[in-house]
């Protein structure tokens, strides 16, 4: 995930937020709840809640949302996104505190496992040999190999950080 390296320890959380890529749109919400009502997740678990996750930013609790795990349930639908009357980029503002979230060492550990997939075989989930063997017997060709040098100095030039891994169990 992208490294940010503007100085944020003077600025409000909100502000920290809309500094970031897709987190831009933050203020505009006037909590009309229509993500909340569009969002798939919301309807399996009511304890998800787009409209508050904006809220409990837009209020600088900070530490309830990047180390809550509202903010890793949302599945990138972009239901709430098209249907917002204030244009409010909920899903991509949602990506920005999971930016800030895996830099304050909060992130599920599958995304540090994902991490290392990707850096040692450029993929984030690796290719098991049942795979294999099943693209074999539906005629598919072996996937080639990634060029895993070129992917690492992508890596290194664009600031990516491995989520950190963590020993209690989530
Ligand atoms: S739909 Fe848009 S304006 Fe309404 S609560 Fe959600 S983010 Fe805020
Ligand atoms: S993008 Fe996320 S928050 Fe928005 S509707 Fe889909 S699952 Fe819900």
């Not at 203020?27 to 996750?53: H, K, M, W």
């Amino acid at each position: 995930m992208p490294h940010h390296n503007n100085k944020t320890e003077n600025m409000s959380f909100s502000a920290e937020v809309t500094k970031r890529h897709g987190g831009e749109t933050l203020t505009a919400c006037y909590q009309c709840g229509t993500c909340a009502s569009s969002c798939p997740v919301a309807r399996l678990d009511a304890s998800f809640n787009p409209r508050e996750i904006i809220k409990l930013s837009l209020l600088d609790e900070k530490e309830e949302v990047v180390s809550g795990n509202a903010i890793w349930l949302c599945a990138s639908c972009f239901n709430c996104q098209e249907r917002c009357p204030q244009n409010v980029e909920i899903a991509e503002v949602i990506y920005a505190l999971r930016n800030i979230a895996v830099e304050a060492g909060h992130s599920p550990n599958i995304y540090s496992d994902f991490g290392s997939a990707l850096i040692t075989e450029g993929r984030i989930v690796s290719i098991s040999k049942f795979v294999e063997k099943k693209r074999t017997e539906y005629g598919l060709p072996p996937l080639k190999p990634v060029g895993i040098e070129a992917l690492n100095t992508i890596l290194s030039v664009t600031g990516f950080i491995k989520p950190e891994k963590k020993e209690a169990s989530q």
